[in-house]
């Protein structure tokens, strides 16, 4: 195992190299001069050429790819174009932000989509299944901006019982200690603060879990039917062991190998996805971060921000892989 994980972390390297490479040079094709959004429309040509210079715009670009990947190695993600900020800074402030946002979504769809899964395939062909599945076919088909502004306008707008975006009302006084706000509540035991930003989490969380708990509830589904096929579950079933204990201790346990796949992927996903929903709920994560440096062209943090998702991302899936052997014994990592 030992052997597995240090094999896989060294694979890490070229897959960043990879994703460094095609980040900057996708980057670069973007309309747009980072010196004139900087200088304003009002700029002379002489001043936006001194700015270009300074920031090394004008370089060729294996120079400025160069630069860019020697100040990564080094642990030095630069600096922002637009407010001179440190970026490695700003991204370990609002990482907590979307990741709190990540594993709330996922606990939703984790829960609901297995569930339903779980008695869609017990109950298959019920009115249940067919309810269930059809509203997976429309949770993975509806846009989060569509969904996202639908859920402000329906519980904000109208019934006023939500808030509408941010992360916290301003004037809590939430003493922050993570920076995970549900976490610093409990660990503060300010249950004012909790249900306040619970409440705030709510939309953006549903939203955001929307398309994994669809796509989860379906391959549950799908796995849970071939296994409960299986000669063993009949053989439990007919010696009487009780539907609960066939399902949850049986059949959920070794139908859920492709569940845990699709967990992982989302996940991964998930961090990288956010970008819509943080932007919709004014959410202060990394994904609006990226969103305002793409229409500043801000290079640097988008460069750094996808960098710094696609290490989290490969790291999840090597977790799953591990995650694995607990749910199979039989896999062996050689």
Do not use: C
Request: proline letters at 4%; glycine letters at 8%; a neutral charge.
């Amino acid at each position: 195992m030992l052997k597995y994980i240090i094999r896989r972390l060294l694979m890490l390297v070229p897959v960043l190299i990879g994703v460094s490479i095609l980040t900057f040079s996708l980057i670069h094709l973007i309309p747009g001069d980072p010196a004139r959004s900087m200088l304003g429309e009002k700029a002379t040509e002489a001043q936006l050429e001194l700015l270009r210079a300074d920031l090394g715009l004008n370089d060729p670009y294996i120079v400025q790819y160069g630069r860019f990947l020697g100040d990564i190695l080094q642990g030095d993600l630069g600096q922002s174009i637009q407010s001179k900020e440190n970026i490695a800074y700003e991204i370990m402030h609002k990482l907590p932000a979307t990741i709190e946002l990540t594993i709330f979504a996922m606990i939703v769809a984790i829960i609901i989509g297995i569930v339903a899964g779980v008695i869609a395939a017990v109950k298959q062909y019920s009115w249940f299944d067919n309810i269930s599945m059809t509203g997976a076919l429309f949770g993975v088909s509806l846009p989060i901006f569509w969904l996202g502004l639908m859920m402000i306008w329906i519980f904000s707008v109208k019934f006023n019982v939500l808030p509408p975006s941010g992360r916290i009302t301003a004037g809590t006084g939430l003493q922050t200690i993570t920076n995970f706000y549900l976490l610093d509540s409990i660990l503060t035991l300010d249950w004012q603060a909790f249900k306040d930003v619970f409440l705030h989490l709510l939309m953006p969380g549903v939203a955001l879990g929307t398309i994994p708990m669809a796509i989860i509830a379906r391959m549950t589904r799908s796995s849970m039917l071939e296994v409960m096929r299986q000669d063993y579950i009949r053989t439990a079933d007919a010696k009487g062991l009780k539907k609960h204990l066939i399902v949850f201790q049986h059949a959920l346990k070794n139908a859920f190998l492709p569940v845990l796949t699709v967990i992982g992927l989302q996940f991964g996903l998930l961090l990288g996805g956010a970008v819509l929903t943080e932007t919709i709920f004014s959410w202060p994560g990394v994904g609006r971060y990226v969103y305002l440096a793409v229409l500043s062209r801000d290079y640097p943090i988008v460069q750094s921000t996808i960098l710094i998702i696609a290490i989290i991302f490969v790291l999840i899936n090597l977790v799953t892989d591990i995650l694995y052997k607990y749910f199979d014994p039989r896999i062996r990592y050689d």
